[in-house]
């Protein structure tokens, strides 16, 4: 089937910086890629929906200034967390679409630590 | 808008049990996919089935089958014969085609003891 790759896996980082996780479609063209963010325990919270060459789109609650999203190609989209804070840290997951069969493709996930 | 719940938080069985997951989904759209996705420890998310909202037929998969009933907006999953390896969590997705989002329910988790 087909592959999203997720990169890194895990990271920790200093509070106050920024830090930049990637989601490549790997053998297909992803036309909507969706970020998600999953605290211990609960469920995948859908932080926005980007569509490659548009702005993303942010669900309610989410800084867009914090969470910048970028889908520069039908191939990579990524999420940079800027100045980071411990209450940041969570596991982000990403997920990709072809538009032509609408099965949505998971990365592996990165277990971001703010320390 | 769009929702899914799942009612269930935790289930236990005992192994070789037969358990349900309930899925009940909200949307306006006439076109959606639904989805159930297993998430083990590890946290990478395995894709389990999809299926779309004009293809009401239940499927069967080795001792996965899942039952679409639209007339009740529900997409259950039953694991017949659980086995340890069962143990997850597992989640319910609904994408819609016009609002373009793929939306989870609040999973359950499902512990096979032995």
């Known amino acids: 089937g087909a592959v999203v790759s997720q990169h890194p896996s895990r990271v920790i980082c200093k509070s106050g910086t920024s830090v930049k996780i990637e989601c490549r479609s790997l053998d297909f063209q992803a036309t909507t890629m969706f970020w998600y963010r999953q605290f211990p325990k609960q469920s995948l919270m859908l932080m926005a929906t980007?569509?490659?060459?548009?702005?993303?789109?942010?669900e309610q609650g989410v800084e867009k200034d914090k969470f910048l999203i970028n889908h520069a190609s039908l191939t990579l989209s990524t999420l940079t967390v800027t100045s980071a804070h411990p209450e940041d840290s969570s596991f982000y997951i990403c997920s990709a679409i072809s538009g032509l069969n609408t099965e949505a493709f998971f990365g592996q996930g990165t277990r971001l630590t703010v320390v | 808008a769009q929702k899914v719940t799942q009612a269930q938080t935790e289930i236990s069985v005992v192994e070789k049990e037969d358990v349900t997951l309930d899925c009940v989904y909200e949307?306006?759209?006439?076109?959606?996919?639904l989805f159930w996705y297993k998430q083990p420890p590890s946290g990478e998310l395995v894709f389990l089935i999809r299926?779309?909202?004009?293809?009401?037929q239940n499927e069967i998969s080795g001792r996965y089958s899942w039952n679409f009933q639209k007339s009740t907006s529900s997409f259950n999953f039953t694991i017949t014969a659980s086995q340890v390896v069962d143990s997850a969590v597992y989640f319910c997705a609904l994408l819609a085609i016009n609002t373009d989002k793929l939306i989870f329910g609040t999973g359950t988790r499902l512990q096979v003891f032995p």
């Open positions: 949307t306006r759209d006439t076109t959606y996919y």
């Open positions: 299926r779309n909202s004009f293809d009401e």
């Open positions: 980007s569509n490659e060459g548009s702005k993303a789109t942010y």
